[in-house]
């Protein structure tokens, strides 16, 4: 197996465990919050789309589909390619209105195929170049990012499977 394509399935794998988190849920369901201080199943399915969304588009040199495919509209929110979720408080959180879970995993998708089309580019040699990020010491690399993008994945998809079940109970993936 390629590097490319073990990153491939890596982000592929957020992509069906994000499918299989929101199977089911309404918009009411996307919404409701575990706690005042936590993140809704839609937010945070929203956010990690963003930060892919974002980073891939500033590693590859080029508009964020949240703009471009003018995504930030099907979500009812303005068309800043800043608005990925950071800095949110809670009270931002609690007022986000997430759209359905077919349109935040459309989405999803449409960021994971440019995900996949980039990965694709790559060489081996520019997974060593580094960002121009001097506030981070050792400057970032590609490789470093794109690591960095798929744990964030890893870590807010686990999160939305878990306020799922908290919200729901067990035995939704069928055990």
Same mark, same amino acid.
């Given at each position: 197996?390629?590097?490319?394509?073990?990153?491939?399935?890596?982000?592929?794998?957020?992509?069906?465990?994000?499918?299989?988190?929101?199977?089911?849920?309404?918009?009411?369901?996307?919404?409701?919050?575990?706690?005042?201080?936590?993140? $809704?199943? #839609? *937010?945070? !399915?929203?956010?990690?789309?963003?930060?892919?969304? +974002?980073? &891939?588009?500033?590693?590859?040199?080029? @508009?964020?589909?949240?703009? $471009?495919? #003018? *995504?930030? !509209?099907?979500?009812?929110?303005?068309?800043?390619? +800043?608005? &990925?979720?950071?800095?949110?408080?809670? @009270?931002?959180?609690?007022?986000?209105?997430?759209?359905? !879970?077919?349109?935040?995993?459309?989405?999803?998708?449409?960021?994971?195929?440019?995900?996949?089309?980039?990965?694709?580019?790559?060489?081996?040699?520019?997974?060593?170049?580094?960002?121009?990020?001097?506030?981070?010491?050792?400057?970032?690399?590609?490789?470093?990012?794109?690591?960095?993008?798929?744990?964030?994945?890893?870590?807010?998809?686990?999160?939305?499977?878990?306020?799922?079940?908290?919200?729901?109970?067990?035995?939704?993936?069928?055990?």
């Amino acid at each position: 197996m390629e590097w490319q394509e073990l990153l491939i399935d890596g982000y592929g794998r957020v992509s069906e465990a994000l499918e299989e988190a929101l199977k089911g849920m309404t918009q009411d369901d996307l919404n409701q919050l575990p706690h005042p201080d936590c993140n $809704s199943m #839609g *937010w945070l !399915a929203w956010h990690l789309t963003r930060v892919q969304d +974002d980073h &891939i588009a500033d590693l590859m040199g080029v @508009k964020q589909l949240w703009v $471009s495919e #003018g *995504w930030h !509209a099907r979500f009812g929110r303005a068309a800043s390619e +800043d608005d &990925i979720g950071w800095g949110h408080s809670s @009270k931002d959180v609690a007022e986000f209105k997430s759209p359905d !879970a077919e349109t935040l995993l459309e989405y999803h998708q449409a960021v994971l195929e440019r995900t996949k089309r980039y990965l694709r580019s790559l060489s081996a040699s520019d997974l060593d170049r580094e960002l121009n990020e001097p506030w981070y010491q050792p400057l970032p690399t590609v490789g470093v990012r794109l690591i960095s993008i798929l744990a964030d994945d890893l870590q807010h998809v686990g999160q939305i499977a878990y306020v799922r079940g908290l919200l729901k109970g067990k035995g939704w993936l069928g055990y």
